[in-house]
């Protein structure tokens, strides 16, 4: 919020203001000091017209300025005799410390000002019930920290009443981090500044002049090379894509996987090659887990990778792989990921189903990535229909959040189906009734076969 409380030294006092920021911005003015504010140059963004960056989000501003510190000046005048001509300036000082704006408005702001200097910028959909900035991989916030504001509060040159608007000038000094929702740190700190101008008067222009110099800091951000190399990374090799993974894949050409032997030596040695094929997925969405089934396409669930483009792929030992969802049919929850770079053991596939009471083994990373490898053990306890009429496996070998997408096997140490979702109670511990999808219905909705079946 813009305050001015009782006790101006020229003119008139007028009453509260409001700035639509997720925190409270307090401005106040007393004494006769004025403050100057320097422009700052337009910078040419570094992104060219056919750039094929990653998606990135707007988060959030910080505003890291001091309680009592002097941000600008307001200097009251007549529109069109000029602001200052006939009143002394009053400074303008920001009470609210420390304070976080991470509301709508100033993410519009600040994700039109990079998507116009051709960022690829996604956020929420202006449809209620789909989130595009689920697809984003890199979340982008700034740190304001030095504002200068030069305020004309305008007065009416026929009644000298104060209008209610107010024009003026702004530069800012923006910190800006880069973090990656796929590494899970920032990787990258940057500067910029903004400066904004605005002619006309209007009402609470204090808060449209923020703003806008929030918005030409980030448009001079858009010139930073680091950053633009930063989102270009691997996009070409991403670019080689063959279809859009928004397609269904029943459209497009199978994918023929080759039969894979059934794994040989006692169950410890089979599991432990197991583990070694089962992979932790990190995507904007968060973690989960999948398998690969050719060396170098990993099948998990199509709600561990959500809208994004590019997964990484955490393999046992730790060492994380890029990757790009090839395809998905988010109907039937499933998704085919494939790695862009290096060889990997696929597992042997079933795709008869397990018999009811039949052992079974679920492999993932349940809640965190340090358990990447975990085995339980179960029997197929029935199987029942989803609310869409896919059949699914009811098993009480245990999985919990993050195990989406990782195997079910049997004793031969086969897949018969993926981790799906977990019924649970209301500690939110598992009841030992966990849901998988049959591994030959995945392939179908995927159009994967094996070559020969």
């Not at 858009?222 to 859009?244: I, K, N, S, V, Y």
Request: net charge negative; aromatic share 4%.
């Amino acid at each position: 919020m813009l305050l001015r409380p009782g006790g101006c030294s020229s003119g008139p006092c007028r009453p509260v203001t409001a700035i639509v920021l997720l925190a409270v911005a307090l401005l106040a003015v007393s004494g006769c000091r004025g403050i100057s504010v320097p422009p700052v140059p337009v910078l040419q963004s570094a992104a060219g017209a056919n750039d094929r960056l990653a998606p990135i989000q707007i988060d959030r501003i910080v505003f890291n300025l001091t309680r009592g510190q002097q941000v600008g000046s307001y200097r009251g005048g007549h529109v069109y005799t000029g602001c200052g001509a006939t009143l002394s300036p009053e400074p303008i000082y920001w009470k609210a410390g420390r304070v976080s704006a991470d509301d709508a408005e100033t993410q519009d702001v600040l994700g039109d000002a990079l998507r116009g200097a051709g960022y690829n910028v996604v956020g929420p959909s202006e449809d209620l019930f789909v989130d595009t900035g689920s697809q984003a991989e890199f979340l982008v916030g700034g740190r304001v920290d030095r504002m200068l504001m030069d305020v004309c509060d305008e007065v009416s040159m026929m009644n000298a009443r104060w209008l209610g608007t107010q024009s003026g000038e702004i530069s800012v000094d923006v910190t800006w981090q880069v973090y990656s929702l796929l590494d899970r740190r920032v990787v990258l700190e940057t500067r910029s500044q903004g400066f904004a101008a605005m002619q006309d008067g209007m009402p609470d222009g204090e808060v449209e002049l923020i703003l806008r110099g929030l918005a030409a800091a980030a448009r001079n951000l858009a010139a930073d090379r680091q950053l633009h190399a930063l989102l270009r990374q691997d996009r070409q090799q991403l670019a080689a894509a063959a279809a859009p993974t928004s397609a269904d894949p029943r459209t497009q050409p199978a994918v023929v996987l080759r039969p894979v032997a059934l794994p040989e030596g006692a169950l410890s040695e089979r599991m432990r090659r197991v583990q070694a094929s089962v992979v932790t997925i990190r995507s904007s969405r968060g973690q989960g887990s999948g398998f690969f089934v050719a060396p170098d396409l990993v099948l998990t669930n199509a709600h561990v990778v959500g809208g994004a483009e590019r997964v990484r792929v955490v393999l046992l030992d730790g060492r994380a792989i890029d990757a790009r969802v090839l395809r998905r049919a988010p109907n039937r929850d499933v998704a085919l990921v494939q790695i862009i770079q290096g060889s990997h053991a696929p597992l042997s596939l079933r795709l008869e189903p397990p018999d009811l009471a039949e052992e079974v083994y679920a492999v993932g990373s349940p809640l965190d990535e340090s358990l990447a490898g975990t085995i339980t053990r179960g029997i197929v306890s029935r199987y029942q229909r989803d609310a869409e009429g896919f059949e699914l496996i009811q098993a009480d070998a245990t999985i919990q959040q993050g195990s989406s997408g990782g195997p079910l096997l049997d004793a031969a140490g086969r897949v018969v189906g993926l981790s799906q979702s977990v019924l649970a109670g209301e500690d939110e511990l598992s009841l030992g009734i966990n849901f998988f999808i049959p591994i030959a219905d995945a392939l179908l909705h995927l159009n994967v076969r094996i070559d020969g079946s």
